[in-house]
């Protein structure tokens, strides 16, 4: 795949991994639903992954509830849209570092995926399903429980032999 490279600031790069739908752009104020990995970039080593906690990761953009690099890199993207962002520390956690896993002064690497702007998804389908009975699936027993998960367009066929009657509640 063809590198794609956007000035987003004179100290953060994105490099884009597959492109979005080219219209639809995170404004200051909205919420967004992301997944992400985050690197070093001195050594590659993983500090923080949304998809190992098993679910996407939400912060309003633009009012200061995650890193400027973030707030101003992920700006710049569009719905659907799967990117790298390199950060450097002012623009990341600076002289402090952050919880024992970023030290101070370091430099930044995130894969970020945008998977919905204010609840409208771009080729995913955030949706929760509400399970208010017993189903076997997998040999693994479920009672009254919730289960979230972001679905590829692709892969809403063979769920639906899994959803039954139950409750969806999409936010796209």
């Not at 979230?148 to 692709?154: M, N, P, S, T």
């Not at 066929?157 to 039954?164: E, K, T």
């Amino acid at each position: 795949m063809r590198d794609i490279f956007h000035l987003v600031s004179v100290v953060c790069i994105q490099q884009v991994l597959s492109a979005g739908d080219g219209t639809n752009f995170p404004q200051q104020g909205d919420k967004l639903t992301m997944h992400y990995i985050g690197t070093l970039a001195s050594n590659g080593k993983k500090f923080d992954a949304s998809r190992d906690r098993g679910r996407p990761f939400s912060f309003t953009i633009g009012v200061g509830q995650v890193i400027r690099g973030w707030d101003e890199g992920v700006a710049q993207m569009s719905l659907g849209e799967k990117a790298n962002l390199n950060i450097t520390s002012d623009f990341g956690y600076g002289p402090r570092g952050a919880g024992g896993v970023i030290p101070p002064n370091a430099d930044l690497n995130f894969e970020v995926e945008l998977l919905a702007i204010n609840g409208k998804s771009g080729r995913f389908i955030y949706a929760t399903f509400v399970i208010d009975d017993l189903l076997y699936n997998l040999g693994a027993l479920f009672m009254s429980s919730t289960i979230e998960w972001v679905l590829h367009v692709g892969q809403i066929a063979p769920c639906i032999a899994f959803l039954g009657r139950h409750q969806v509640q999409s936010v796209s």
